[in-house]
């Protein structure tokens, strides 16, 4: 055990002095900080600035209402059509509304443009009118009307809640964890896959080889490689912390203000995912050490992570159909199972059982592949420039090596 | 010339051999081409499961959904005449709804909340909801909680629907068809991705292929064969080549979806593919390959090891994530300066330039420009790497650092 800890602490070092290691640490977190940057920028850029005119006949609009908060549109009175098309003319205004005179009989208003003007100004002018027709009510009536209701979806079956229907970042929290996850198989594979080519390289295995087994020095260093992925993993979850944070309390982006985390599903999607990392990492400790191309090796790796997302290409069965053939199946296999599980929570609760099954799959998966990635390792150690094939693992050559 | 193609041909061969380069380049398109197959299959089926399952639904004589309610702050006193009778029942509470639901006596219950007027919280529970294909229309109950509040169920009527509003535009707009369709919102990224993937998936492939020859000592036989002109020149049209045939994976895709995908996949009618937007792709892509491919055969040159390039492949590729990136500005704003510098720089015009085609028709002056614009730095940078190429650097086997793959590069190492 002791030397096993040895070999994992080499790795761990020797990866972490890395100055690659600090670019990749960043990669993540100078992304979401990009990403949410962009997206509060485009949000200013997107803010409706619009002038709309009306002329009110019957006298209906009385008192004004502002704009709703980061919105730049006004309304502007002109005492005829005629004043007002030549403003439209003029680019003083986008649109204007003319009230009819019998407006209180048959509520009839008419909309000029040159171009359709944006939905919110449509929306302030009709909000100002039901203002104005409820004028002498209680404040708290009117504000209900202006703001609308709070609605919440409950779906008894999927023991799921929706804001209005819709799913919100809280939801899609389980996704974004099995999204970094896909990125961290991308980042470490490199590392997994070349675990072994320094030494191999340098010809100290033979040396090292003297000093303890195959299979205690392969799952040293997939371990060592793992206290990478889990600084790595450290690291890029506190930013997105730190990123949330900043998102809805300095930038005041909606969508990121008053986060309800479902901490069970989160709980879920980790229990399932530490062992599924645990098995990819193996089989990419045992690609490494089978295939002679580097560029192989680290393209591996990208088609893991590929397979990481096949769920994505599935969504619509998936959410259609939760607890479905396809959706359980996928859940059990291991390449598949950290974004199944994470979609699955957006639409139903996952049961219990079947996060234990699939982390208990992933889990013996990771130990067959550490088994036989030191048995890869062992058989391979002399061949060097050859491709290793399955079948001479476990040929009668592979038998005597180990003898 | 002849030694040329048969560096061309050789790279083309080594490189469409590795499985790992085939399966991920035209795999995935074709994975997406199965997926998209059985999407028009099952969705053609499930849109006459919906037609049949429409009449299983709980209707009252008047032909509405049968819901029910729960008021726990007893804030409707009143159903207006309107409401279809036998449409809301109301219940005394939670279970008494949720019996009924599970029952299928009701499609779905509200639960009115007791500060509803200050809270506005409104609970609407199904058994069954799809965020895909199910939509919340509480505007009816939300119409009668008005009602309740004003006392008065025309006043609330009217306030709910405001204006009946005649539109009269002075200038007749063109009818985009399919201006609201989930392709034409999709294609800008579509686009964008796929020349991102393309550029970066081919060139990448050089420098592993130099590095890799400079260590299993098969450069010092090519140099004594070919130029190094004729090297780079062969292993970047083969670059080129490998990214025109990923290209074509991904516009056989896209033209499977359009000719085939129909009412299945909401494909709007009319939509035509657009021509002049792949070709101008792949002349982009073209030059886009042959500046990162040198730029990346350049970082071979120098590096004894493709892991010792990590970092520096990350500087070298910077430009073009950036460009990807900042996609979402190019298709909010494209005749913004923003996406007209984008476009017109060589180093991000492949994915930006096309972004923009993609969205708005980009003057022609502008295309040409930054099609010039491309060749000549491709022209320039290919220059710049040849002079890599020099015997003693490929042979010195010297460590590698990212200042001197600069320096080097600007003909000063």
Not at chain 2, 17 to 29: E, V, Y
Request: charged letters at 15%.
């Amino acid at each position: 055990m002791r030397k096993m800890w040895l070999v994992a602490r080499h790795q761990f070092i020797k990866e972490a002095s890395k100055r690659s290691f600090i670019l990749v640490l960043l990669a993540l977190p100078l992304f979401l900080v990009f990403t949410i940057g962009l997206g509060f920028l485009i949000s200013q850029i997107e803010k409706e600035s619009a002038t709309i005119g009306f002329v009110d006949h019957p006298g209906l609009l009385t008192r004004s209402l502002p704009a709703s908060e980061g919105e730049d549109i006004e309304l502007q009175a002109f005492e005829s059509r005629e004043s007002a098309i030549s403003a439209l003319d003029n680019d003083q205004i986008a649109a204007f509304y003319v009230i009819a005179d019998d407006y209180f009989e048959t509520q009839d208003v008419e909309l000029v443009y040159n171009e359709s003007p944006p939905y919110q100004a449509v929306q302030l002018f009709e909000d100002t009118v039901r203002f104005n027709l409820m004028t002498g009510e209680p404040d708290a009536i009117v504000d209900r009307m202006l703001s609308g209701a709070d609605v919440t979806v409950r779906v008894t079956e999927a023991n799921r809640e929706f804001a209005a229907g819709n799913p919100t970042f809280a939801n899609f929290l389980p996704l974004i964890v099995a999204a970094m996850i896909g990125f961290l198989v991308l980042t470490t594979s490199g590392y997994l896959t070349e675990v072994i080519v320094d030494e191999k390289e340098n010809r100290t295995i033979e040396i090292v080889i003297t000093s303890l087994s195959t299979g205690r020095m392969m799952a040293g260093k997939i371990m060592g490689a793992i206290g990478i992925a889990i600084v790595q993993l450290t690291i890029w979850v506190a930013f997105l912390v730190a990123a949330i944070w900043l998102g809805g309390n300095v930038l005041d982006i909606g969508w990121l203000q008053s986060i309800d985390p479902n901490w069970s599903d989160l709980l879920k999607v980790v229990i399932v995912a530490v062992p599924t990392y645990l098995c990819i990492a193996a089989l990419m400790t045992l690609i490494g050490s089978s295939l002679v191309d580097n560029q192989e090796a680290n393209q591996a790796g990208m088609l893991s992570m590929l397979f990481i997302f096949v769920p994505i290409y599935a969504f619509v069965p998936i959410a259609t159909n939760p607890n479905g053939p396809l959706a359980i199946g996928l859940t059990f296999f291991p390449a598949t199972s950290i974004t199944t599980v994470a979609l699955r929570s957006l639409v139903a609760e996952v049961p219990i059982w079947q996060i234990v099954a699939a982390a208990a799959i992933a889990f013996s998966t990771a130990l067959l592949l550490i088994w036989l990635a030191g048995r890869t390792f062992r058989v391979a150690m002399l061949r060097y420039g050859q491709r290793l094939k399955l079948a001479d693992l476990f040929s009668r050559s592979s038998k005597v090596i180990e003898t | 010339m002849r030694k040329t193609m048969y560096v061309m041909m050789r790279e083309l061969r080594v490189t469409l051999g590795r499985k790992s380069f085939t399966i991920i380049g035209f795999g995935i398109p074709l994975l997406l081409g199965i997926v998209a197959a059985i999407l028009i299959v099952t969705n053609k089926d499930k849109v006459q499961e919906v037609a049949a399952s429409d009449s299983s639904l709980s209707l009252s004589s008047s032909g509405q959904v049968v819901e029910g309610y729960v008021d726990e702050g007893d804030l409707i006193q009143f159903l207006p005449e309107r409401i279809p009778a036998g449409w809301l029942t109301e219940f005394d509470d939670e279970t008494a709804a949720q019996n009924a639901l599970d029952q299928g006596k009701i499609e779905a219950y509200y639960i009115v909340s007791p500060d509803y007027e200050n809270s506005g919280e409104l609970a609407y529970v199904k058994s069954t909801f799809s965020i895909i294909s199910d939509r919340v229309n509480t505007d009816t109950m939300e119409w009668i909680l008005l009602a309740n509040m004003l006392g008065d169920a025309e006043l609330a009527a009217d306030v709910w629907q405001p204006v009946k509003t005649t539109v009269t535009p002075l200038v007749v707009a063109e009818v985009d068809a399919g201006e609201d369709s989930w392709i034409v919102d999709l294609f800008p990224t579509f686009m964008t991705v796929m020349l991102y993937l393309a550029i970066i998936m081919t060139s990448s492939v050089l420098v592993a292929a130099v590095t890799d020859e400079k260590k299993n000592r098969v450069m010092e036989v090519l140099l004594s064969s070919v130029s190094t002109g004729q090297m780079i020149t062969g292993k970047l049209l083969a670059v080129a080549i490998l990214g025109i045939l990923l290209m074509l994976a991904w516009v056989a895709l896209f033209v499977f979806v359009i000719l085939f995908g129909g009412s299945a996949l909401q494909i709007p009618v009319g939509f035509s593919i657009p021509y002049d937007v792949l070709a101008w792709a792949i002349v982009f892509g073209f030059f886009g390959y042959a500046i990162y491919g040198a730029l990346m055969a350049g970082l071979g040159a120098l590096a004894p090891d493709v892991k010792d390039t990590r970092s520096a492949t990350f500087v070298v590729l910077a430009p073009l994530i950036v460009a990807y990136m900042l996609m979402m500005f190019v298709a909010t704003a494209p005749e913004g300066p923003m996406a007209m510098g984008l476009s017109l720089f060589p180093l991000t015009s492949p994915v930006s330039m096309i972004g923009r085609m993609s969205v708005m028709d980009v003057p022609v002056w502008q295309s040409v420009l930054a099609v010039v614009l491309q060749a000549a730095a491709a022209i320039l940078i290919v220059r710049l790497v040849i002079r890599l190429f020099r015997a003693q650097t490929l042979l010195s086997g010297q460590s590698f650092e990212t200042k001197r793959f600069f320096s080097s590069l600007l003909g000063r190492g």
